[in-house]
């Protein structure tokens, strides 16, 4: 996976660390590789799980209800 220095940059602040955000800005490359650059990423306190997308935590739990229903029938009241 690679990721920019922006996207480590803008979490690192959203998180609201901005002299740890300053001294990624400055002192990481454009582009970072994962997993071989992991140790640069954990070096400003960010895991690579941090950046991994737009999937929605679920906490660990699974989208689906305990019976295993998909959340949209739930919703839409269908059973």
Do not use: C
């Not at 800005?25 to 994962?34: A, F, N, R, V, W």
């Not at 954990?42 to 959340?71: F, Q």
Request: aromatic content about 2%.
């Amino acid at each position: 996976m690679r990721v920019s220095k922006q996207q480590v940059v803008e979490f690192i602040r959203e998180r609201g660390d901005g002299d740890r955000a300053d001294r990624a800005e400055s002192e990481l490359p454009d582009h970072l590789d994962l997993p071989a650059d992991e140790a640069k990423l954990l070096g400003y306190g960010v895991s690579p799980i941090d950046l991994a997308g737009d999937e929605p935590d679920h906490g660990g739990a699974s989208p689906r209800g305990e019976s295993g229903e998909a959340a949209e029938s739930r919703l839409s009241g269908s059973n």
